[in-house]
């Protein structure tokens, strides 16, 4: 059962461009949403996260937009550069543990 | 600091044997996290320790996979016996205190392959 559905799966984007991932969550009991970055043969490291009491939250290139009503939530980067390449996991939080969506490939080209 | 150490990195291992893998989590941490990442599935809560005690082992996929955690410096996820399916990389993760807002550390994964 997946309760954070992620799109793309894959995406595209030019140097400089912005590059935009899309989350869905089913359960209204999340509270904490977090997304993280994953390099090829890393683990994943958090990126940036938000709560549900504020509809955005930026830090540098990165900003994360938040619709309660539409139990909606995705990451923007901004200036996307070649070094942002990575796979982005959007997750949900509540209680003990995060479900995590099935990831995002971004590749950023010259 | 050492991070979270994962042994092996990769494990080759034939259809019908048992595989361990393990887990050291960052000195201090309290809660452990395994999960399973494929690229049709994503990343996969396997099980979750806090003060060495599993507290949800919802997502271990069925009787072949167990996992222990004998003190807060070490714990193992055990495949028996293995099958092609589960290939897969392996993460462990490590976080200070119980909830689900806390920064998980990863470590750098076991990448298994069944043959």
């Known amino acids: 059962q997946q309760q954070v559905k992620q799109s793309p799966q894959s995406l595209i984007v030019q140097k400089g461009g912005i590059s935009i991932i899309n989350c869905a969550y089913e359960?209204?009991?999340?509270?904490?949403f977090p997304w993280y970055q994953q390099f090829p043969g890393k683990g994943p490291a958090l990126l940036i996260a938000?709560?549900?009491?504020?509809s955005e939250k930026k830090e540098g290139r990165f900003t994360i937009s938040f619709n309660k009503s539409a139990k909606q939530f995705s990451l923007h980067i901004m200036d996307s550069q070649p070094g942002d390449s990575a796979t982005y996991f959007c997750?949900?939080?509540?209680?003990?543990?995060?479900?995590f969506g099935t990831g995002t490939q971004l590749k950023v080209e010259l | 600091d050492a991070g979270v150490i994962q042994s092996p990195r990769h494990e080759v291992t034939e259809m019908g044997q048992e595989v361990t893998l393990r887990c050291k989590p960052i000195?201090?941490?309290?809660?452990l996290f395994w999960y399973r990442q494929t690229m049709m599935r994503g990343l996969e809560l396997l099980i979750y320790?806090?003060?060495?005690?599993?507290i949800d082992d919802s997502g271990m996929p069925e009787d072949r996979f167990s996992a222990k955690m004998p003190n807060a410096s070490f714990s193992t996820l055990k495949i028996q016996p293995s099958e092609p399916r589960d290939s897969a990389v392996y993460f462990c993760?490590?976080?200070w205190g119980g909830g689900s807002y806390n920064e998980q550390f990863f470590g750098p994964g076991t990448r298994l392959t069944v043959l």
């Open positions: 938000i709560r549900p009491d504020v």
């Open positions: 997750a949900a939080g509540g209680g003990n543990k995060l479900t």
């Open positions: 320790f806090n003060n060495n005690v599993p």
């Open positions: 000195s201090g941490h309290n809660s």
């Open positions: 359960n209204t009991a999340f509270d904490y």
């Open positions: 993760a490590s976080t």
